[in-house]
């Protein structure tokens, strides 16, 4: 896909190396749409393969996510390095907390492990369809 | 300000989720396309008299923002302090680079910084419908390194 935004100094991360990324991380953005309204939430993830886990809390909206479409992001901006990046990933929910799918399972071996308080027993998975990235350096 | 009891979940009040979109420059928009998928884009902005403005060039950002409903991010993380928060916007964007009148034309000379580079011509409004916050302290501080090894 070309962007009209791609210059010299912006370029497109390979999936292999968003993977590799999100590996790395565990603090993300899920956005759902509500009603055509969407909305993004923070939220701490594990990475199964290439199956984004994370964690719901009962009557939350994310837990109405499930069987809709998600997208997930991360992104961290180095000033000092003058380097910047985002990766977004677009995606299925599903409900992991106890269904027998291959997807499900991977997501239930990895933990991801909320910061914020409060019990959050069900399980969601994200399976991607599109995984892109994008890096920028600048001059500092 | 930020100073939550451990283990609790509390909201923001109004003041204090503007003064957080004030103090921060970088936050992520959230737009929805024609197949009902949400995207998110990070994004600079300037946020004044309830509206977000940043800039962008052309392209799906831009496409399907302008006069749709969307969602607006920001958070934080101190792992110091165990302290995490974030701002949601809820509103409607629309093109504000040929300005109309009065309040649009002063948003163009509000100090939008793009870090990314590339010329981002287009400047878009986000005016806010809602606007929610909430703050947290985890339950256990971590311990100090010293007593995790004993």
């Known amino acids: 896909m070309k962007s009209i935004e791609s210059g010299p100094e912006l370029e497109e991360i390979r999936e292999a190396e968003c993977l590799e990324i999100l590996g790395r991380h565990s603090l993300g953005r899920i956005a759902i749409v509500v009603d055509g309204q969407p909305q993004i939430y923070p939220v701490n993830y594990a990475m199964s393969d290439r199956i984004i886990a994370i964690r ?5 909206k994310l837990g109405h996510a499930p069987g809709s479409k ?7 901006y180095d000033s000092s390095a003058g380097v910047g990046w985002s990766v977004m990933v677009q995606g299925i929910a599903v409900d992991a907390t106890d269904a027998f799918d291959d997807v499900s399972w991977a997501a239930r071996a990895v933990e991801a492990s909320p910061l914020a ?4 027993p069900y399980r969601i998975a994200i399976e991607p369809n599109v995984i892109t990235g994008r890096r920028f350096r600048v001059r500092v | 300000m930020l100073d939550p009891r451990p283990g609790q979940i509390e909201t923001m009040g109004d003041g204090e989720c503007v003064t957080a979109l004030r103090d921060h420059d970088l936050g992520r928009i959230a737009v929805v396309d024609r197949g009902v998928r949400p995207l998110i884009f990070p994004v600079n902005y300037f946020f004044d008299e309830g509206v977000i403005v940043f800039r962008t060039a052309p392209g799906t950002k831009l496409d399907l923002s302008l006069g749709a409903s969307v969602g607006f991010e920001i958070d934080g993380w101190d792992p110091v302090q165990g302290v995490g928060w974030s701002v949601l916007v809820k509103g409607i964007a629309h093109d504000i680079t040929q300005p109309r009148g009065a309040p649009t034309g002063r948003m ?5 910084r793009p870090v990314a580079p590339g010329s981002r011509q287009h400047w878009v409004g986000i005016w806010a419908n809602e606007i929610t916050g909430r703050r947290f302290r ?3 501080r971590r311990p100090p390194l010293m007593a995790q090894r004993a």
């Open chain 2, 138 to 140: 985890t339950e256990a």
């Open chain 2, 108 to 112: 163009r000379y509000w100090p939008v």
């Open chain 1, 56 to 60: 719901a809390a009962p009557g939350s």
């Open chain 1, 70 to 76: 998600v997208s997930f992001e991360i992104d961290e």
């Open chain 1, 117 to 120: 308080p409060g019990a959050k």
